[in-house]
């Protein structure tokens, strides 16, 4: 019995660790103003003009909102499922034994995905590469050490051309010849210890916030690491050195420190599939002039996104007006150099209980200033007491070089959970903190109980008829003669992925959506 367990255990870190690793290269309270107009659109007390449907979601994509997963690998790299496997996994949420167990997904499905397999582009020649159902965003995985994603251009990026090892000068150069081919160059898991981003680079259009899930995305970064970095690499970037000097949330901690020093970027997430667990967890929304693969790159290099825990969780929608212009998320609103008052309206979905945050911060003018700033402080804070809400805040005075972004937190524990079930997801939640780069056992043992093991060794016997919501849930797909061991993770487990770390550990919150932020500039005339 005890080596049965043991074999289990080795299996479930392994699947573990593929789901989320990256290749590291050797396989070549309220201020200044007032919540006004806060309107619940649920029952009698609607007093919005907006039309309610089941699911408030749903008009998103007639706004130019599309949904999908932008990191991803297959067997051209070090994925275990072959392009059209992924694919097929990609469209499988519109898969009708799926929806008839999981209806809240109709009209929930993915728009698209981008494989990025590690320093290749191969995936695109082959002939499965192909959707009626998704766009498909070419891509690639960059790097040795560290990694980035390329979404548009499907030349070759390569991160070592001189082959004496990736430089500063290297990944510069890589950014150039990105944006020269119009498309886009992503920051991926920039804290990962195996594989972090200290590199100092300040002309990338994004940033991957979101990574496999909220709790693995977190993880304080180890110091002994950065230390042998710079001694591998030279001087890290203060922009990231700011990052960790905040002791816990340093993921977003580096994306404010971006701002601080006026680097404004748009904000992604991606599955980081490599086998077991399935694609689109966390998903990546971007407003798009039109539904093609370019318009979803120039979605990303306009900052038009946001990132949320999966199709079927928190939405957010941010625009702030001045007494000239409005801007939407991820825009540059142009104020007076003496600054000037705005107004911010904020539209959640399907986050009720949950709450709202918007963070604000401001600039600093030299690399110097920036290990005494502050970064971003809480504007306001609002309860979410409906599954569509807007809530608006006025009067709000803004200077040159300030910005704003917002942050949805969904209940830890979903709606109606039995005291047993909350029990589950406290544990899963307590293990999943605890997660760095290299350690994934404790998450590994969570899921011996949750998992058919001969569904793992054995995916030609997974049978929807036997899913159980206390169980991840085996994909049915069979694809070139091929099943799949990838499993759909219930929501109520995936919270727990997801949480929230505090001070004092796990909070009652799980991560529900982030938006890019609005940013603040001068007025040249």
Known sequence: ??????????????????????????????????????????????????????????????????????????????????????IALGEYLENETFLAAHPEYFGNSLDFISITDHRTVDVLSDP????????????????SVGHANVFGPKEFIDHNPGGDGTSQDDILNAIDSV?????????????????????????????????????MSSAPFPEDELNQWEADHGTASPIFKRALQEPYGQILALYEAMLTRGVHVALVGGSDRHMFLLNGFPTTWIKSTEETVDG???????????????????????????????????????VPAEGTNVTITVRISRAQGGLLRLIKGSYVASDEELPSAELGSVLAEKEIESIDQVVELTDIPVLPGEWIYPIVLEPLHAPGLTDEQKATVDELAAAAVKLSGEDYAAFAMMFLDMVDLNLVMKPENCNPAEWMPEMLQCVPLVVNDKPT?????????????????EADGPSEWCMGAVGSAIRFVEQTN
């Open 179 to 215: 944006h020269e081919k119009k498309g886009a160059f992503s920051i991926n898991h920039p804290l990962l210890p195996d594989t972090p981003w200290p590199w100092d680079t300040r002309t990338h259009d994004s940033l991957e916030i979101w990574n496999v899930r909220w709790a």
């Open 1 to 86: 019995m005890f080596n049965c367990r043991f074999a289990v255990v080795i299996l479930f870190c392994l699947f573990s660790f593929l789901a989320g690793c990256s290749d590291d290269g050797t396989n070549d309270e309220n201020v200044n103003g007032d919540w006004d107009n806060d309107v619940l659109l649920d029952g009698d007390e609607s007093e919005a003009e907006i039309e309610e449907t089941v699911d408030p979601t749903l008009r998103l994509k007639d706004e130019g909102w599309l949904r999908g997963d932008l990191h991803m690998h297959s067997t051209w790299s070090d994925g275990s499922d072959e392009a059209a496997m992924v």
């Open 485 to 501: 061991s990838t499993f759909f993770v219930p929501d109520y487990l995936d919270r727990a992925m997801n949480v929230v770390l």
């Open 296 to 334: 979803l790159v120039q979605g990303i290099l306009d900052r038009h996104t946001f990132v949320s825990r999966g199709p079927v969780a928190a939405a957010v929608e941010l625009s702030i007006s001045s007494a000239d212009a409005v801007a939407q998320m991820g825009d540059e609103l142009v």
């Open 128 to 143: 499965d590469w192909t959707s009626e159902k998704l766009l498909l965003i070419p891509g690639q995985e960059f790097g």
